[in-house]
């Protein structure tokens, strides 16, 4: 796209689709200001934003020093979505402490003992670009690392499992039917080459070279390789002892730092995400909940939409992004913040805000 393309694009946009935060911070003096590389180098940042006017954010980081280099663009759109103000200094914090402090839904109600929960943590390796700007080669080096890494788990008494790839002619390769039954069971993640988002940024080009899960034998620790980030590292489990969840995902965390190059970071923005929605802890924590009071039976999301946000929830279906309730009004509910806030801080606000939400459902 030309300089006016952009220009003209995001005059539209701004009108048409004020949600969309890269539209609502362009910066045309800022634009037109940049030499042609560092120009073109910021389009292909904002082009998902660009091509998807209805984008929330508008915007896939490319390589990690982006949100360095083109911080009077990015900046000001990441302090918008993580309503942080424009004057203080952001500097990422980070507290794994669970022993400081207890979150068991079970001994809230019993009804809430055995909820599907699930942690984790996007992470992007320093020695790559990131997803948006990688070619298949890099992708496929990428997964290498990672497959050599996740051999060191194998038979961890606590992570033990294996690799799944969806690379062709991977020694790890399964088979479409093994693949689609591993997303069926929402561990694996779906194909991500018709998401118009991930098109236009390039971070599902390639598709499927270079894409994978690790999974251990009990089926509560799991890495993806090549998502929207390098990695995504969760924990999941039926339960309501969130304690233990994240625990095991900061142990798992650990043993994957000790065995591959140093992961992305910002001084200001703690971990490096090609979103900027996720910078920071890089963590969404999330538990499944049947509210069919607050959602009527699933049919109207309004009410316990606007509930969460008071708790500084965020509420979407049980199918992940872009879909509706489940049977009984099961929803899927996360702390939005993640950017200035600790590890442990999430934990307290998914628990406090499942609470009170339980709460009113009950009351
Ligand atoms: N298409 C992006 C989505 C932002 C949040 N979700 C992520 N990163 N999976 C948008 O800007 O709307």
Redesign the pocket.
Known sequence: MTLDQVIAANRATRQKHPE???ARHFDEDYFRGLDEPSRQRLTRIIA??IE?P???????AMNPDDYDKFAPMLDPMIRDFHGLPVETAIAQQHDWDTSSTSCDLGAIDRRLKDVSMRVRVARNLSTFPLPGAMSKEQRVALEDLAAAAFENLREDALFGGRYLSITPGSPHEIDAEEYDRRVGAHQMFKDMSGDS??NTAGISADWPHGRGMYVSKAEDFLVWVGE?DHLRIMAMQRGGNLNAMFERLRIGLERLQDLLPAFATSPSYGNVT??P??LGAGMRASLHMKLPKLTSNGHDLARVKREAKTLGLAVRGAGG?HSDAGQDGLVDISPSARLGVTEMKIMRRLYGGAAALWEMETA
């Open positions: 969309n935060l890269m998902s934003g998807n209805d984008s929330q954010m508008g915007a896939y988002y991930l929207e090609s979103c929605t996720n992004e």
